[in-house]
Structure formats: structure tokens, C-alpha cells
């Protein structure tokens, strides 16, 4: 029998065929594991996720073209007889037999979508069709990471999922955030059109080991110009805020969205909000006091303000974050220092507050 994602149980499955003759011929028991797919699972997010998911038993297939995404990221998983890794670009249709699907493949960083636009925008709205699609004829559950970005320079504070947005639709970011809100469109069409099982969530900045080195991203620049020694670089004046959400707390609530019974969507992020000044100060503490801060022209559409109004998600599935900014940064330390070949810096002892 058949459960609401498709996943068959070995109870159900018939142990053995009765022949013409009567004779009992025994059919080899099927290794039932909940087969999921996961679209950029060679990437941050996507790495994270397929090691959690391989840890559980699931068998994971892995797509990626590796446009952002790395092999390194998902080199301990190779080997492993519940992983695949497909090389493959979601722009494009594939035919695979899946259970569930997360589709996270789309760039994430603002330099690394901008860098081309029109690819971008492909891969969001054909992608999440494609996966879409798939999952349709597979009668899989599907999962769309957006993002916060849907809410674009918000003017309402802090955002809720029923707030709709405040978007330049023909601005430098309009290829990532209206790709993405393409993206929840289509989601949720398919699901009123066709009955699917779908389920979206929204999410927050993010950062924990694997980033990549040149990703772009504040929290990765920060870090790897404290350790190396170059000054970090603030966009502006500083003033704009971000929450920053650890890697661990963000797989933890996909999880729980994908295997809950609502399709949302749902914001995921961690309410605590930081100037990015403030963020840079953090880091100074955490990574290397004599880290210095120079400021940059910031880039355009830049959002003044972010931060989550997570009330929906904790009331429908109990799912908040847990890991503080400075212990989430210490983390990420370990693994940059590792990658970058450098020694860390010496910090003073302090306790972690918060
Ligand atoms: P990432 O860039 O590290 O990972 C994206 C992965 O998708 C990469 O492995 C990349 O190679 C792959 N990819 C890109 N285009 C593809 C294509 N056409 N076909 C196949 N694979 C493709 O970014 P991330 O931070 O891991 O983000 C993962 C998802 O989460 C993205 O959809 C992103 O929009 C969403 N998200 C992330 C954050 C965050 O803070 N990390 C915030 C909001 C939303
Ligand atoms: N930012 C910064 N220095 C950097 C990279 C980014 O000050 O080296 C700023 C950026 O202008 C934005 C914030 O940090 O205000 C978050 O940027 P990021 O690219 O991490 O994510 P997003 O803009 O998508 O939230």
C-alpha cells in the first residue's frame, strides 16, 4: 500500500508468487527507503540536506549542474549505496522515479545571480516547472525553497507570510526574486490544479560550514576577510539589517515543512536581527579582533531591513531556531580555517552570550 508520498512499505509488498504448479517461488525483498530527490544538492544548502537525509536512511538522489555547487561538498556521500549524484541542468526535463522532492537548484548569492540574469530566471521558473512536472507524474511531495527575497525592500516589519511584497520587477535582483515568486506561482497552481502535494518555504539568510570560499555573501566575506586579514567590507553604511539563520536550524525546518502535513508557505529563518555592523563587530569578536572594517557603494535594491516573523511555523509543526549567531559563526570558523589553509587568529576568551 501506498502512503500519502508514495512511499511503498515492505509489510505491503508480496513476500512471495504463487506459479501454476503451486509452487512457491520467493520474490527478493524489495529495500524500501523513501527515495528522494534533491535538486542543487551540491550546493551550502543542498549538501547539508543530503547528508541529513542519507544519515536517516533515505536513498537521495543528487542533481546539480555545479554552477555554484561543488563535488567537495558532497565528496563523504560518494560511496554511500543510498546516494547518486547526477550531473545534470534542471533547465532541462529528467525522468527519475522519486518519492519526494526538494528543489533547491537556482543561485543563491546576489553576485553569483546577477552574473547571469537570464539563466537565472530560466532556472527558476523552467526549473521548478521541470521538478514540478516530475513530481506530478511520480505523484511525489514536492518542497520549493524560496526565499525572503519575495518580500523584496520590505514595508512591513518584520515580515509575515501574508505580507506580498514590495519587489522592483525590473531592477538588478528582479531575475532571482521574481523568478522565485514565479516559482511559489507555479507551485501553488500546480497543487490547485492538479492536487499535488506541495509545500514551500521561505528562507532567511543563511551560513554554516561548506559556503563557498568566494560565495559573496555577507557572512562568508566577513569570515574569510577576518581570517585572512583583509578588511571587510560593508556595503553602505551599515545600517541595513539581516537575520542570520544557521545551517543545522534551516535543514531542521525543511524537514519538518516536507514531512508536516501543510504546504505553507512558511517563513524559516532566526528572528535575531543585526546591522551589518553590528554583524561585522560579531565577527571582530568571534574570529579576529584585529580584523578592521572599511565601507563600500552598496549595490542597487539593496533591501534596507529583513527579519522573520516566525509565528506560523512554530505554531503549525513547533519548529524554531536553536543555534545563536556567535555559536553558529564558531562552527563556520573551524571549516573556513580549514579551507583557506590559515591559522586562526588568536581571540580573547569570552563566554558566548548570545
Ligand atoms: P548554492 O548556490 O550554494 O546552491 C545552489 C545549488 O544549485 C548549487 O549546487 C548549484 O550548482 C545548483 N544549481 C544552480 N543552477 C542549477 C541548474 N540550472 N541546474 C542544476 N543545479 C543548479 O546556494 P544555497 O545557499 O545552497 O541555496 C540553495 C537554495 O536555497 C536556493 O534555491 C536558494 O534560492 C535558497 N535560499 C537560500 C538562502 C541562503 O541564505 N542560503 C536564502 C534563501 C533561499
Ligand atoms: N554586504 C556587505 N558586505 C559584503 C557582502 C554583503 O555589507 O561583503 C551586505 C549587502 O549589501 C546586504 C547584506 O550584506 O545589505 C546581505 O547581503 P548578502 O549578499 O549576504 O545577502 P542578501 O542581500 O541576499 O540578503
Known sequence: MATSNGTVHASDSKASLSTDSETKIKAKPRIERNRVLVSGGA??????????LVERG????????????????????????????IR??????????????FHLACPASPIHYKYNPIKTIKTSFLGTMNMLGLAKRTRARFLLTST?????DPLEHPQTE????????????????????????????YQREHGMEVRVVRIFNTYGPRMALDDGRVVSNFVAQALTGQQMTIYGDGQQTRSFQYVSDLIEGMVRVMDGPYAGPFNIGNPTEFTMLELAKVVQEVVNPAAEIVFRENTADDPSRRKPDISKVKKALGWEPKVPLREGLARMVDDFTKRL?????????????A
Open 341 to 353: 589553509d590559515v591559522t586562526r587568529p588568536p581571540v580573547p576568551d569570552k563566554p558566548v552570550t
Open 148 to 152: 525572503s527575497e519575495v518580500y523584496g
Open 58 to 85: 533515505d536513498h537521495v538522489i543528487c542533481i546539480d549542474n555545479f554552477f555554484t555547487g561543488s563535488k567537495e561538498n558532497i565528496a563523504h556521500l560518494i560511496g554511500k549505496t543510498n546516494f547518486e549524484l
Open 162 to 189: 501574508s505580507y506580498w511584497g514590495n519587489v522592483n520587477c525590473i531592477g538588478e535582483r528582479s531575475c532571482y526574486d521574481e523568478g522565485k515568486r514565479a516559482a511559489e506561482c507555479l507551485t501553488f497552481d
Open 88 to 101: 545534470h541542468d534542471v533547465v532541462e526535463k529528467i525522468l527519475l522515479e522519486v518519492d519526494q522532492i
Open 43 to 52: 550546493g551550502f544548502v543542498g549538501s547539508h540536506l543530503c547528508t541529513y
